[in-house]
């Protein structure tokens, strides 16, 4: 099938959370964890959770950069109260 015969297809604006697992490596309770503390942004559809394409990026953007020969995890930060 050449480029010219390939259907287009859209970029994808949002992800279910078993997708937002796959696209970003972090485990279903790292993203539930980050919803639940308001750390991203979670939209219900009936039962269905969706993220938005540009909150997860955004959520993805704003985690602490790794730094060489810490031993330490970087504690999570929770939702201001």
Do not use: C, W
Not at 44 to 69: C, E, M, Q, W
């Amino acid at each position: 099938m050449s480029e010219k015969d390939k259907p287009h297809s859209l970029p994808q604006v949002a992800y279910t959370i078993t997708e937002a697992v796959k696209v970003s490596a972090i485990k279903k309770d790292g993203i539930y964890y980050a919803i639940n503390n308001g750390l991203l942004v979670g939209k219900k559809f009936g039962n269905r959770t969706l993220i938005l394409h540009s909150d997860l990026v955004k959520f993805l953007n704003a985690l602490p950069d790794y730094v060489p020969g810490t031993e330490e995890r970087p504690k999570l930060p929770r939702k201001p109260k």
